[in-house]
């Protein structure tokens, strides 16, 4: 008999036993301490859990350790419950937590015993991990600020609502062919990230003041590396339908033979756009509406730094950018602290690590920033801070290559300290390995984790540098490999090299001097 493929345990996993249905396994092996099934693992995903890289444990230490992701619904937590995610981060995580570019927060080091509390405090406060993970709808991507920019063009705070209880658990999806990642945003600064998305929504405001939204399909970073493509526009109240009818198609007719094949680009690659729309249109019983296509913000505008009147009245918002991501327990025990001596409430996560507080009163935000700016999180940072992005990286991640977080923090202080004049904000990424977690993809310059053969002859870890990346509606480009690897002690000096070269250079913006010079 010939052996399983990976896709064919997957499905045969699935079929023996729902994700859903692991959490009675969970407390069971807490509450006796007996070694997970290999097939439980698989399962634990469906929970926001992952297996960790063992390279941070001692030689001796034989525990099985997970990262744990949880949603952050529309991105958003209050205070009280940034203080429960503070402890857990504290208690069970060795003082980790990140925000991810799902608008999620993940810890590291979690053990399967302390998982029935950890599950406890995050229910006593609104807050899951249940399809954080796995083979089903993951988060929605949403604007932060959805709701109090008086410059959107519409308040998608309901319709996330509605789709995310569609989605919350719904034992028909909880076996798709793979991840299925939607976005739904009225952002005029298109901050969502359509592009990349498998099923997005985006508002546009026609000539006739109409607000409608461009669908757009089949977008992806890794396997299915490719722009979604703009399908047509729907109403408001037509989007939970549309995202019902794409959904249940993608689980019915998804390609399962094969996990580095069946996300839904695939299936539209397939089948060809226009059977995939035909398909669509026949089941929802109408057609999409034709449009013009509108102009979309190039990626490395996309953002909300800074102090902005809310639409709330005698409140503000405030966009701040952090290090990587990472904020860790101080971070969110200091960020309470902050929030509440100021009159805040609540935050969101931004699709860029970032987060956005929602509603300090006018006359408190100038004191907020700079209480902010003390434990280093900045409303207005600089260029290269402001859009540094990296993944999970080779401490905590079995497929990453090179370490990334205290690479992408210490690469961005030395930029800033090399050239503080400089005042265009370049998107960077760093990915631990040639995947894009971290959007390598689609920045101004990504550096993705891969071993090479050094001058001696040695095979060691570095990072490949890529160039010319973007998201910018019809206009977007995938950033193109340079050849140029290096290790990780030479990434300041190799982005330090290309700053340097663009001032000096005839060209108007980064993003034009990064697709000329790997078009050259």
Same mark, same amino acid.
């Given at each position: 008999?010939?052996?399983?493929?990976?896709?064919?345990?997957?499905?045969?996993?699935?079929?023996?036993?729902?994700?859903?249905?692991?959490?009675?396994? @969970?407390?069971?092996?807490?509450?006796?301490?007996?070694?997970?099934?290999?097939? /439980?693992?698989?399962?634990?995903?469906?929970?926001?859990?992952?297996?960790?890289?063992?390279?941070?444990?001692? $030689?001796? /230490?034989?525990?099985?350790?997970?990262?744990?992701?949880?949603?952050?619904?529309?991105?958003? &937590?209050?205070?009280?419950? @940034?203080?429960?995610?503070?402890?857990?981060?504290?208690?069970? $995580?060795?003082? !980790?937590?990140?925000?991810?570019?799902?608008?999620?927060?993940?810890?590291?080091?979690?053990?399967? *015993?302390?998982?029935?509390?950890?599950?406890?405090?995050?229910?006593?406060?609104?807050?899951?991990?249940?399809?954080?993970?796995? /083979?089903?709808?993951?988060?929605?991507? =949403?604007?932060?600020?959805?709701?109090?920019?008086?410059?959107?063009?519409?308040?998608?705070?309901?319709?996330?609502?509605?789709? /995310?209880? #569609?989605?919350?658990?719904?034992?028909?999806?909880?076996?798709?062919?793979?991840?299925?990642?939607?976005?739904?945003?009225? *952002?005029?600064?298109?901050? &969502?990230?359509?592009? @990349?998305?498998?099923?997005?929504?985006? $508002?546009?405001?026609?000539?006739?003041?109409?607000?409608?939204?461009?669908?757009?399909?089949?977008?992806?970073?890794?396997?299915?590396?490719?722009? $979604?493509?703009?399908?047509?526009?729907? &109403?408001?109240?037509?989007?939970?339908?549309?995202?019902?009818?794409?959904?249940?198609? #993608?689980?019915?007719?998804?390609?399962?033979?094969?996990?580095?094949?069946?996300?839904?680009?695939?299936?539209?690659?397939?089948?060809?756009?226009?059977?995939?729309?035909?398909?669509?249109?026949?089941?929802?019983?109408?057609?999409?509406?034709?449009?013009?296509?509108?102009? #979309? !913000?190039?990626?490395?505008?996309?953002?909300?730094?800074?102090?902005?009147?809310?639409?709330?009245?005698?409140?503000?918002?405030?966009?701040?950018?952090?290090?990587?991501?990472?904020?860790?327990?101080?971070?969110?025990?200091?960020?309470?602290?902050?929030?509440?001596?100021?009159?805040?409430?609540?935050?969101?996560? =931004?699709?860029?690590?970032?987060?956005?507080?929602?509603?300090?009163? !006018?006359?408190?935000?100038?004191?907020?920033?700079?209480?902010?700016?003390?434990?280093? &999180?900045?409303?207005?940072?600089?260029?290269?801070?402001?859009?540094?992005?990296?993944?999970?990286?080779?401490?905590?991640?079995?497929?990453?290559?090179?370490?990334?977080?205290? =690479?992408?923090?210490?690469?961005?202080?030395?930029?800033?300290?090399?050239?503080?004049?400089?005042?265009?904000?370049?998107? @960077?990424?760093?990915?631990?390995?040639?995947?894009? *977690?971290?959007?390598?993809?689609?920045?101004?310059?990504?550096?993705?984790?891969?071993?090479?053969?050094?001058?001696?002859?040695?095979?060691?870890?570095?990072?490949?540098?890529?160039?010319?990346?973007?998201?910018?509606?019809?206009?977007?480009?995938?950033?193109?490999?340079?050849?140029?690897?290096?290790?990780?002690?030479?990434?300041?000096?190799?982005?330090?090299?290309?700053?340097?070269?663009?001032?000096?250079?005839?060209?108007?913006?980064?993003?034009? #001097?990064?697709?000329?010079?790997?078009?050259?």
């Amino acid at each position: 008999m010939s052996k399983e493929t990976k896709a064919q345990r997957v499905e045969r996993i699935k079929k023996e036993k729902s994700g859903l249905d692991v959490l009675e396994s @969970i407390n069971e092996y807490a509450i006796h301490g007996t070694e997970v099934d290999p097939e /439980d693992v698989d399962r634990f995903k469906w929970y926001g859990l992952y297996s960790q890289n063992r390279n941070l444990q001692d $030689a001796d /230490d034989e525990t099985q350790y997970f990262m744990l992701r949880v949603k952050l619904v529309q991105g958003s &937590m209050n205070v009280e419950q @940034i203080k429960v995610v503070a402890g857990i981060s504290k208690e069970f $995580a060795r003082g !980790t937590a990140s925000f991810t570019t799902r608008q999620d927060i993940q810890f590291h080091f979690i053990q399967v *015993c302390d998982l029935p509390e950890i599950f406890f405090r995050l229910k006593s406060v609104g807050l899951t991990t249940v399809f954080a993970a796995g /083979d089903v709808p993951r988060n929605i991507a =949403t604007c932060p600020v959805a709701g109090v920019e008086s410059s959107e063009i519409y308040d998608v705070r309901e319709l996330v609502s509605e789709v /995310d209880k #569609y989605f919350d658990g719904n034992r028909t999806l909880v076996n798709l062919p793979r991840k299925y990642k939607v976005g739904i945003s009225g *952002c005029s600064k298109h901050c &969502m990230g359509h592009e @990349i998305q498998d099923l997005s929504f985006t $508002a546009v405001k026609c000539e006739n003041g109409q607000i409608l939204f461009d669908v757009s399909v089949g977008g992806g970073l890794a396997s299915n590396k490719q722009f $979604a493509l703009h399908i047509g526009y729907v &109403m408001p109240e037509q989007i939970l339908e549309v995202t019902r009818v794409v959904s249940e198609i #993608y689980r019915d007719h998804g390609l399962r033979e094969s996990r580095i094949k069946a996300r839904l680009g695939h299936l539209i690659n397939k089948w060809g756009i226009d059977k995939f729309k035909a398909e669509l249109e026949n089941s929802l019983g109408f057609e999409f509406g034709e449009e013009f296509i509108q102009e #979309y !913000t190039p990626y490395s505008k996309r953002e909300h730094f800074g102090i902005h009147k809310s639409k709330d009245e005698g409140k503000s918002y405030v966009g701040c950018a952090i290090n990587g991501g990472f904020i860790g327990t101080k971070g969110l025990k200091d960020l309470a602290d902050v929030l509440q001596k100021n009159g805040a409430t609540a935050i969101k996560a =931004t699709p860029t690590q970032n987060f956005v507080v929602l509603d300090v009163p !006018t006359q408190n935000a100038e004191n907020l920033v700079k209480d902010l700016n003390i434990i280093d &999180m900045d409303a207005n940072p600089n260029p290269f801070k402001a859009r540094t992005l990296s993944c999970t990286g080779l401490k905590y991640c079995k497929f990453a290559i090179s370490e990334t977080k205290d =690479t992408a923090i210490a690469l961005a202080k030395h930029l800033h300290e090399k050239f503080p004049d400089f005042d265009e904000t370049v998107s @960077i990424s760093l990915n631990g390995c040639p995947n894009s *977690c971290a959007h390598s993809n689609i920045v101004d310059i990504g550096l993705l984790g891969t071993k090479f053969k050094n001058d001696d002859g040695e095979t060691v870890p570095g990072f490949e540098l890529s160039l010319g990346g973007n998201l910018e509606g019809v206009k977007s480009s995938f950033g193109k490999k340079t050849g140029v690897k290096f290790i990780s002690d030479d990434a300041h000096e190799i982005v330090e090299d290309l700053i340097e070269s663009y001032i000096k250079s005839d060209y108007k913006s980064f993003h034009d #001097y990064a697709v000329g010079k790997v078009n050259d």
